[in-house]
């Protein structure tokens, strides 16, 4: 279902541009045939859903392994790059994949046998990507084929995407806003993907957003605040539309991005993974963003706000097509939605004016550091496991480009000697490199709840 999309536009505009990578440029054309040739390496799928792991290090390849995967009738397992080895083989010990793609890929068919495109059925798993969860393994969500499609299709609509669009692409594939956001849709709609790499430094995607001609810019506000550390001063005209979200907004990066791209829409976003991601946007200058607006959602979800004892604020809970099937399990089954098919989020909303949703925080204590989900449990269960350690909390700090950063405190066992590279190392064979604390403080006063124990500080309030 999700390959045959793209492939009706490998079709219909085979000699235009869909991907860009520095100075070469690959057709619709030339895509597919990349494609082909990297699905005829892969297995036939015996039973689904069949899996497969997709742990590349470069965007083109994260993207043609996951274009073949739908090609063959797999279900690309998109692993963030900063992953550990030990999440990965854990993963892989759990979803008992039909393969894993981590070497370099084919680049064209010549030579090689052509296997026939084995689609994928609307509520077949279509996608599985990795999200925060509360053990400190990602949670993996499975998302049925109809998801990417309907998604894909709906920012496809939003940012209004045609042919003649330039995306740029410069948030990690694996993550939704680069995969679904910027690829998929890009596809879908026949525009041409520019793909970035996130460790390039972001003057060069300046230099190529003049020099290209990219009309499309997407990304958290955490990126664009270091974008425009180094920007130059001279705006972009030939950008028409820019879309971000997933953080707190602020005045005074509205105000720079009307700067900067001085003739663009600008879109605030909000989704989360389980949606597909997408759920709602909002233009800036109608209010998106400004405390804490993120829209009216898309009319393919049924939604609802829960009632939550001492606050203003629901519970947000949702269903709808574009829904996930549910957090993968241990056993191969599906977790996290309802008998009615809801998902019961952990995002509290309230209802402004003209039935537009306002984020008010969280019921758990994840938080995003530049664009990255941040789950506080997981890193003080990695502190908590040294044996020279008695107790952790970790909490976000405030940073002027990343939004929020995570720190931690300690409390050492009784003669024990704090060891701030030992910690910072074990950190590092555990959790992602975002989610590692910038500042490890060793104390021994601890604030204490009515029940005796530690008091864990609240979660993140949008700012």
């Known amino acids: 279902m999700i ?16 991907v860009v990578v520095g100075d070469e440029r690959i057709s619709y054309s030339g895509l597919g045939q990349r494609v082909a040739a990297a699905a005829a390496t ?3 799928p015996a039973a689904r859903p069949a899996r497969a792991l997709v742990r590349q290090r470069e965007p083109l390849a994260i993207l043609v392994s996951t274009l073949a995967c739908w090609y063959r009738g797999l279900v690309p397992v998109v692993l963030r790059e900063g992953m550990t080895d030990l999440q990965v083989a854990e993963m892989a010990e759990w979803l008992r994949p039909v393969a894993v793609i981590d070497g370099p890929l084919p680049e064209d068919a010549d030579g090689k046998p052509v296997v026939r495109a084995t689609p994928l059925g609307p509520r077949d798993e279509g996608l599985v990507i990795c999200t925060s969860g509360t053990t400190g393994r990602p949670k993996l969500v499975a998302l049925p084929a109809e998801s990417v499609v309907i998604t894909a299709r709906a920012i496809g609509r939003a940012l209004g995407l045609e042919p003649t669009d330039r995306i740029a692409v410069n948030t990690p594939l694996g993550y939704m806003y680069g995969l679904m956001g910027g690829c998929t849709a890009g596809l879908i709609a026949g525009a041409a993907c520019h793909l970035f790499s996130p460790r390039d430094p972001l003057t060069q995607l300046q230099a190529a957003i003049r020099k290209r001609g990219i009309t499309v810019v997407q990304g958290p506000p955490s990126l664009f605040r270091m974008f425009l550390a180094y920007w130059n001063g001279e705006p972009f005209p030939g950008v028409r539309m820019v879309t971000t979200g997933g953080e707190p907004l602020g005045e005074d990066l509205a105000h720079d991005l009307d700067r900067a791209f001085p003739t663009a829409r600008k879109l605030f976003l909000y989704g989360m993974t389980e949606a597909g991601p997408r759920i709602s946007d909002l233009e800036i200058g109608q209010g998106g963003g400004s405390d804490a607006c993120v829209g009216v959602p898309y009319p393919h979800f049924e939604w609802r706000l829960d009632p939550v004892l001492g606050s203003e604020a629901g519970r947000f809970v949702l ?6 099937l549910g957090y993968i399990t241990a056993d191969g089954g599906y977790e996290g939605l309802d ?4 998902f019961h989020s952990n995002d509290l909303l309230s209802v402004g004016d003209q039935g537009r949703l306002h984020f008010r925080g969280r019921l ?6 530049g664009g990255r989900l941040v789950n506080p449990e997981a890193v003080e269960r990695v502190l908590a496991s040294h044996p020279d350690v008695l107790d952790a909390v970790c909490q976000p700090e405030s940073h002027p480009l990343l939004g929020l950063v995570p720190v931690a405190d300690i ?8 060891d ?5 190392e074990l950190c590092g064979k555990h959790v992602e490199p975002h989610a590692i604390p910038r ?5 021994d006063a601890w604030e204490l709840a009515e029940s005796g124990k530690r008091r864990r500080p609240a979660g993140p309030k949008p700012g």
């Open 3 to 18: 390959w045959q999309q793209i492939a009706e536009r490998i079709e219909t505009a085979a000699a235009s541009d869909a």
């Open 42 to 44: 892969l297995p036939e």
């Open 319 to 324: 269903r709808g097509p574009s829904l996930f």
């Open 339 to 342: 008998p009615e098919g809801f």
């Open 364 to 369: 758990d204590r994840i938080f995003r550091s």
């Open 411 to 418: 409390a050492m066992k009784p003669g024990a000697t704090f």
């Open 420 to 424: 701030l590279a030992s910690l910072k």
């Open 439 to 443: 500042r490890i403080t060793p104390t």
